[in-house]
């Protein structure tokens, strides 16, 4: 079990995160607070930096997860209609 809370930063704001990953649709709420209540036909764009060892960069699609790490850069663009 990891307890250790790391600290991501999401479109320049940071966020306390608890858990080992996190996913696409995780990082879009903490960007776009109404995101899962929202018009379903708006789509993001999720790319992240600064990640673990074999992956420190790419792309977060819908239903992906990626682990985090401390200082972890996520950037979110709405991509329009999908």
Known sequence: MNDKTVTIIVEGTPHE???ELISYEQVVTLEVPAYPTQNPKISYSVKYKRGQGSKPEGVLA???SVKVKD????SVSETGES
Do not use: A, D, S, V
């Open 17 to 19: 995160w608890p858990k």
């Open 62 to 64: 819908p239903g992906e």
């Open 71 to 74: 200082q972890m850069i996520f």
